[in-house]
């Protein structure tokens, strides 16, 4: 399985970016996308995340200022970033997780790589 991410880059303050991540290989069914975002000398931090067919679930410090949304029939997970802060600089991570059934379900959890994003002041 891999999770390819594209759209990071270098933005002013209160600019905006849009993060791609699609998701390819053996997959059985997705349920839960979203990103995650490690900046230097802290620990990764759930930005948003949106189950199939569910709500999304947004960190505090991002509320208001960046939507996520999803394409099932693609396995893509985007991330509209609006207002940016110099505090949103980190890596971004696309994350995924698929459950699958059994005697006992297993649930899979597939990473992308990292895209950096780095908002200057």
């Known amino acids: 399985v891999q999770l390819v991410e594209s759209g990071g880059g270098l933005v002013q303050a209160w600019g905006s970016l849009r993060l791609s991540c699609a998701v390819s290989g053996n997959i059985f069914s997705i349920d839960t996308m979203g990103w995650y975002r490690q900046a230097p000398g802290k620990q990764r931090e759930l930005v948003a995340s949106i189950r199939s067919g569910g709500s999304p679930t947004f960190a505090d410090s991002v509320k208001g200022r960046f939507t996520i949304s999803r394409d099932n029939a693609k396995n893509t997970v985007y991330l509209q970033m609006n207002s940016l802060k110099p505090e949103d600089t980190a890596v971004y991570y696309c994350?995924?997780?698929?459950?699958?059934?059994?005697?006992?379900?297993?649930?899979?959890?597939?990473w992308g790589q990292g895209t950096q994003v780095t908002v200057s002041s």
């Open positions: 994350h995924a997780d698929e459950p699958r059934p059994g005697l006992v379900t297993t649930t899979y959890d597939y």
